[in-house]
């Protein structure tokens, strides 16, 4: 079946421009999930959701970031007033349930760049 | 806090040789452990996951995994290394008792020369 699909896969923008990355989750998968891989920083969790509710919004780096769901599968991830420490690849995955001893999985990433 | 550290940046084997990539572990509950590998341009790829129970895990394209709860420790392992293996190794933890984040390792770039 179909994995998790993001989009862009590459974004290119200028300073101060808002973007907004799109992840559609393997179809039924209740939980999702936002993660930010930076050169020298590793994979950072951001943001997760079970259905469209987001309970645990602290991962987010800034004020400048939000995501929200809806209809319990897509999701998207917006960043107002990029500047070029946003430059990263934004992972998404999804899971069937938010369960603790479930692996996640992967999209392809979207990559950022920010001029 | 949860935490995970992958002490060497690259790993340098030679193509028919063992492999080891090494993955250290903090918890405070007990902990769920992940491997996942990523290809170049492309999203992580599962590997394989301790939760309970036997302390060596097997996993896809021949990878296993040791749990050590005395040294807290979950390495990678491969018997026989190939060249397509070469690609970055992600170890990742959840504790049991601090819900749903999932905490990576920085990433271990695996080199296998023919």
């Known amino acids: 079946g179909a994995g998790v699909s993001q989009s862009p896969s590459n974004k290119v923008t200028e300073k101060g421009k808002d973007v907004e990355l799109r992840c559609d989750p393997i179809?039924?998968?209740?939980?999702l999930y936002w993660y930010r891989q930076s050169l020298g920083q590793g994979l950072e969790f951001l943001i997760y959701?079970?259905?469209?509710?987001?309970?645990?919004k602290s991962g987010l780096p800034s004020d400048r970031f939000s995501a929200e769901r809806t209809g319990g599968s897509v999701s998207t991830l917006t960043i107002q007033r990029t500047q070029q420490e946003d430059s990263a690849v934004y992972l998404c995955?999804?899971?069937?349930?938010?369960?603790?001893?479930?692996?996640?999985?992967f999209g392809p990433g979207t990559r950022l760049t920010v001029l | 806090a949860q935490s995970v550290a992958q002490p060497e940046d690259q790993v340098n084997v030679a193509e028919g040789n063992p492999l080891t990539v090494k993955c250290t572990y903090s918890?405070?509950?007990?902990?769920?452990l992940f491997w996942y590998v990523q290809y170049p341009n492309r999203g992580l790829q599962f590997l394989l996951k301790y939760i309970t129970g036997d302390n060596l895990v097997k996993g896809s394209y021949g990878f296993e995994a040791e749990f050590n709860k005395s040294q807290t420790s979950f390495h990678l392992k491969k018997p026989s290394a190939l060249v397509s293996d070469s690609a970055l190794y992600f170890c990742?933890?959840?504790?049991?008792?601090?819900?749903?984040?999932?905490?990576f390792g920085g990433g271990t770039r695996l080199m296998v020369k023919p």
């Open positions: 990742a933890v959840r504790d049991s008792a601090a819900g749903n984040m999932l905490t």
């Open positions: 918890v405070s509950g007990n902990p769920y």
């Open positions: 995955a999804s899971s069937p349930t938010l369960v603790q001893r479930g692996e996640q999985f």
């Open positions: 959701f079970q259905g469209n509710s987001a309970p645990d």
């Open positions: 179809s039924g998968h209740t939980a």
